[in-house]
């Protein structure tokens, strides 16, 4: 990936990831609620035995998809959870319910599956949905069971993202040897959903059999330059959708658009042919503080066992959920893995002292400014790491933010109207067209905080050109979903 010269793939390993499984546990809190759709409420009491694959909560009646015991085992406790957007990356001041259990069998579950071909469309709906499948995607899969603001004939177009993400982020799925089950697999999305066009998008850098998919009139595969922001639903949206569309609020299943993360093809192939539900997630590891590897780990399991016990107490180091460039730092291990959680990445923190650091990021940094001397070295291996090498600053009116930006906004412009609080103004700017890549904080020599600020800029906008899903807190204090329905009822109160 290269922005104007300077090469994020000079922090790339070029290793292989290692495929490893985790599954020796003793505990696991399962969270009740796994991706887009509001809390749950408990199924099962403490002091009851649970197996592994059995649904623990669900709630048809709220939008929602059921969520699953992981591992066999006694409940011992009903917890709550911090929570955290699952777009923006900001920690929300409602929780989540959690089922913790004593885990008395590391064994996966038995389940048999069925013939898809010969089954109904409807009939692969329902099994996407009881495998805890459904909470995908940013407004849920839609089936007949309330799993999604939006029903299956608002569904034209089904997309696997199979970019990319960013610097240090893996692929998840082994195309050489899982190649035929993911193939299967979105052969069951294109049976599930009959009246909608399949479309896998991936990056060049992914080698594989592409032309035994292409031989399906349901299945289009389009191939995308490898750059970070391309993985952004919204870029994926341009691509398939046009242009203009881009630019339009409303979610994207308001355009018919359902973008679904790379593992779904192989996990809806487990669910209806092996029987076996979404229980286990995988998680690329990598940066330069860890060893690179793909591993697989119950839901529920601790992030820091995920992590792996020769890095976990390493406390100089910093994680962050998602990529380098857009992901959001976790401040705590101990929080449980969830169905969305796909990459991690730890990055070292500096050593020693950080003073004037900005004018000399070294021979091994990597910089967006030929005024350092790491230009001097462009061979040179770089080396990430977790400091801003230097402190925030004023603006110092470059325009590389601008430059850089894929979308063709002002990151700047935002953040100073932004933080004059000139509303209309802001929205002139059009924050909601970012696709929160972060590369304008990125390559600000002065370290303002950019990206966030549009982000912020964006969830604030007004009606109909918002596109994240909103949270609240409901009387218990847990997570609830408010829906444009909710949006609608409380606007017409207030007038
Ligand atoms: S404003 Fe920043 S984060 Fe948003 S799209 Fe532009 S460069 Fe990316
Ligand atoms: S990149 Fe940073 S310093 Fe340069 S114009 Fe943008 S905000 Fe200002």
């Known amino acids: 990936m290269k922005i104007f010269g300077l090469d994020l793939q000079q922090y790339e390993t070029k290793k292989e990831p290692d495929f490893r499984v985790r599954d020796k546990l003793e505990t696991i809190t399962v969270p009740l609620k796994g991706g887009f759709g509001t809390s749950l409420s408990p199924r099962v009491e403490v002091g ?71 089954e109904k469309p409807k009939n692969l709906r329902e099994l996407l949905y009881l495998a805890g499948l459904t909470s995908f995607g940013q407004t849920g899969v839609p089936t007949e069971f309330n799993s999604s603001l939006f029903s299956p004939t608002e569904v034209e177009h089904v997309l696997i993202n199979g970019v990319k993400t960013e610097p240090f982020v893996h692929h998840l799925i082994d195309y050489g040897e899982e190649f035929t089950l993911f193939k299967t697999g979105l052969e069951i999305l294109a049976r599930a959903f009959p009246k909608s066009q399949i479309h896998f998008v991936l990056d060049r850098n992914t080698r594989e059999n592409l032309e035994e ?18 993985s952004k639903s919204k870029m994926l949206a341009r691509n ?55 591993v697989e780990t119950p ?87 977790s400091g801003l090498h230097g402190e925030e600053r004023p603006c ?43 590369l304008c904080s990125y390559v600000c020599p002065s370290k303002l905080p950019l990206s966030e600020t549009v982000k912020r800029a964006k969830q604030d906008q007004p009606g109909e050109n918002h596109n994240y899903v909103e949270y609240e807190e409901d009387e218990e204090g847990l997570m609830s979903v408010i829906t444009p329905e909710d949006e609608k009822g409380r606007g017409e109160e207030s007038e």
């Not at 031989?215 to 330059?225: A, F, G, M, N």
């Not at 030929?370 to 040179?380: G, I, K």
Request: proline share 6%; glycine share 10%.
């Open 240 to 294: 398939i959708l046009g242009e203009e569309k881009l630019d339009e609020g409303g979610y994207l299943l308001d355009h018919g658009l359902l973008v679904l993360p790379e593992i779904f093809p192989l996990a809806a192939y487990r669910a209806v042919v092996e029987g076996t539900p979404f229980i286990r997630g995988r998680l690329s590891l990598s940066g330069p503080a860890t060893e690179d590897r793909v």
């Open 213 to 230: 998919l292409s031989s399906s009139q349901r299945i289009k595969i389009h191939i995308v330059e490898y750059e970070s922001y391309m």
């Open 396 to 438: 110092v009116y470059c325009g590389w933010c601008s430059d850089v930006c894929p979308v063709d906004i002002l990151p700047f412009q935002i953040l100073k109207t932004y933080d004059h609080g000139m509303v209309d103004e802001v929205n002139r700017l059009q924050p909601q067209r970012c696709v929160d890549c972060g």
């Open 48 to 118: 009851d035995e649970v197996e592994a694959g059995e649904i623990i909560a669900r709630n048809d009646d709220s939008t929602s998809t059921p969520a699953l015991a992981s591992l066999a085992g006694e409940v011992i406790e009903i917890v709550k959870l911090d929570s955290y957007h699952e777009e923006t990356g900001d920690k929300l001041e409602a929780k989540v319910p959690g089922i913790k259990i004593n885990v008395s069998s590391n064994q996966g579950t038995n389940g048999s599956g069925v013939d898809w071909e010969k």
């Open 299 to 385: 839901i529920g399991a601790p992030i820091k066992y995920a992590l792996g016990e020769d890095i976990m107490d390493k406390a100089e180091e910093l994680t962050i959920m998602g990529g380098p460039l857009s992901g959001n730092k976790l401040e705590n291990l101990d929080l449980p893995v969830n169905k969305n959680m796909d990459s991690l990445v730890q990055l070292p923190k500096p050593q020693g002292s950080q003073v004037l650091a900005w004018l000399h990021p070294g021979l091994g940094k990597n910089s967006y400014t030929n005024a350092f001397f790491s230009a001097l070295a462009p061979n040179r291996k770089k080396v990430a790491d």
